[in-house]
Structure formats: structure tokens, C-alpha cells
Nanobody, 125 residues
Framework: VQLVESGGGSVPAGGSLRLSCAPS????????IAWFRQAPGTEREGVAC????????YYTDSVKGRFTISSDNAKNTVYLQMNSLKPEDTAVYYC???????????????????WGQGTQVTVSA
């Protein structure tokens, strides 16, 4: 399984970016995908998670109302639309995937088996 991320970059505060995660050898349909981020000196944080078994989503409080995770099963791709970006959103963003065994949220790093290489998001003040 390989996860290919794209869409990172540098934007001013208030700007938007859309990250994409396209797994190979893994179907996003009826499975779980999440976006994590890690800034220097911090732990990896679950930002947005989707379990396509029923289509549940979860967002960490700091991104609610600004970020949207979505899944295009036909393209086998998961997106993270990030709006109203803030300097504190600056981090390396990682896509992660796992097989879904139930309808629960999976939003802890230890729950995921497959990881992308990460993409840098930098938001300037």
C-alpha cells in the first residue's frame, strides 16, 4: 500500500489549500482515512478523520468550521480542504489509512497502518 499526498504549499493567513491523498493498493471505500499533522517539537495530531464504512467524520476542535475532509470513492482519493488558514496550522501534513472494522472513528496515530510521506503546509502571518 502506498499513499501519495499532494497539495501542500505556502499561503498567507486566511488563504486556502486542498490536500489530496491517493492510495494505491488500498480502497478508500468502506475504509478509514485520516489527516494528521506534526509541527517541529510537537506530537503528531489527528486533524480530520473519515470512516467510509458509514461515512463518519471527525475534526479536532482547532479546525472545526475551517477544514473539510471528503472522500471521492470513484477516484479513490480523499481530500482535505483547508480554509481560513492560520499560522498555527503550519506543519507537515500526513495522510494515513487503515482497514475499517467497525463504524467507530479512528483518529489516533497508533490506529493507522499505512502512512504517506508528508506534505509541508506553511501559513505566513
Amino acid at each position: 500500500v502506498q499513499l501519495v499526498e499532494s497539495g501542500g504549499g505556502s499561503v498567507p493567513a486566511g488563504g486556502s489549500l486542498r490536500l489530496s491523498c491517493a492510495p494505491s493498493g488500498f480502497s478508500v471505500d468502506r475504509n478509514a482515512i485520516a489527516w494528521f499533522r506534526q509541527a517541529p517539537g510537537t506530537e503528531r495530531e489527528g486533524v480530520a478523520c473519515i470512516n467510509n464504512r458509514p461515512g463518519n467524520t471527525y475534526y479536532t476542535d482547532s479546525v472545526k468550521g475551517r477544514f473539510t475532509i471528503s472522500s471521492d470513492n470513484a477516484k479513490n482519493t480523499v481530500y482535505l480542504q483547508m480554509n481560513s488558514l492560520k499560522p498555527e496550522d503550519t506543519a507537515v501534513y500526513y495522510c494515513a489509512a487503515r482497514y475499517s472494522l467497525s463504524e467507530k472513528w479512528y483518529c489516533l496515530a497508533g490506529e493507522y497502518d499505512f502512512w504517506g510521506q508528508g506534505t509541508q503546509v506553511t501559513v505566513s502571518a
